[in-house]
């Protein structure tokens, strides 16, 4: 059985706690945070846990076999590292660093100490994101054209890092999950409604080389919490609302048919408005599955599906959005 400490435990920080605690393929012994109040909290919730302070006390204590960081971005690299210099197993919640630099500092060292270096980009280990990836993979879909990605909520206004590095990250991985490769060019278009110089509403959009596309649009203050994709393919179409209770993936028989003219003439177009199938997805916390899927790659010295590069990837694309915003929206290339 592995023994674990989470370092962090603020706003995410209970529900990667409250995981850990729930796995029985583990042991949580430690939970640590700098802040009295969250420790006392923490305290009072799981009494049979060491509440720590010094996140060095979980790295220097020999019994621990992995460290879950949950802590804020510009944290991730430091604490990452030194887990890392002390042999243990890393869990880091996304994106795994501030810059695609550290990344890949965090990954030669990972690969010289024989460590699993996971990032937490939760949304991986959905269900629905999970079936839209075999739909993908059968090409049941055809070609795609174009994915179009919205999160938006109002709330969590944040004054020392933007939109793009909190909500970006989540439909970054998404569609490098589904799609497994790389933008060719993002361009971003985002404004500061609420701090000065803090991006709280943005529109990304995403060219690829086989001539896809793909939009992104993340806002802080919008009126209504809205977490919804759909996927528009040369077969079908697929529409994954993840804040529906029980129908977050719905398949189309939907489409634009072009018949050939039997004399000269124009092209007819036949809009194809067939079934819709609505499948059955196994009721997992994504969370959990992430956490599972930690300790199976660490008892099988498995790459994980969201390992170092993955997160390098991710953070380079943030880079490059970042980048384009600075510029007033000018396309970057990757």
């Known amino acids: 059985m592995l023994t674990v400490g989470v370092i962090g435990y603020g706003y995410w920080g ?34 049979n846990v060491i509440i720590e302070k010094d ?17 804020p971005i510009e944290s991730h690299f430091k604490i990452a590292n030194d887990a890392l210099a002390k042999n243990k197993h890393v869990l880091v919640e996304k994106p795994l660093t501030a810059s695609s630099g550290e990344t890949r500092k965090l990954i030669n060292l990972a690969l010289k100490r024989h460590r699993v270096l996971m990032v937490g980009h939760t949304f991986l280990y959905s269900p629905a994101v999970l079936k839209i990836k075999q739909y993908i993979k059968e090409n049941q879909l055809g070609t795609i054209d174009f994915i179009q990605l919205t999160r938006i909520n109002l709330g ?17 991985s998404i569609l490098h999950f589904w799609l497994e490769r790389m933008p060719e060019t993002i361009q971003v278009i985002g404004k500061a409604s609420t701090f000065e110089q803090v991006c709280d509403i943005a529109f990304i959009n995403l060219n690829y080389p086989d001539d896809g596309l793909a939009n992104i649009h993340l806002s802080w203050v919008a009126p209504i919490k809205l977490r919804q994709s759909y ?16 129908e977050k ?86």
């Open 231 to 246: 996927i528009v393919g040369k077969k079908q179409m697929v529409v994954y609302d993840d804040t529906h209770p029980t």
């Open 156 to 172: 969590r206004v944040k004054h020392d890092f933007n939109v793009i590095w909190d909500l970006a990250p989540h439909d970054f």
């Open 249 to 334: 993936v719905k398949l189309y028989d939907s489409g634009i048919d072009i018949k050939e003219p039997e004399t000269f003439g124009e092209f007819q177009l036949s809009y194809r408005t067939g079934d819709i199938k609505i499948p059955r997805l196994d009721a997992v916390e994504p969370l959990y599955a992430e956490i599972d899927h930690f300790i199976d790659c660490i008892e099988a010295n498995a790459i994980p599906r969201t390992d170092g590069q993955h997160a390098l990837q991710i953070v380079r694309m943030i880079e490059a959005a970042q980048e384009s915003l600075q510029k007033g929206g000018v396309p970057v290339k990757l």
């Open 14 to 47: 209970p529900n990667v706690v409250r995981n850990w605690n729930q796995n029985r393929r583990v042991r949580l012994k430690y939970v640590c945070d700098i802040k009295e109040d969250r420790l006392s909290i923490a305290k009072r919730q799981y009494p």
């Open 55 to 71: 996140y060095h006390v979980l790295l220097n204590d020999t019994d621990i076999d992995a460290i879950s960081i949950v802590t």
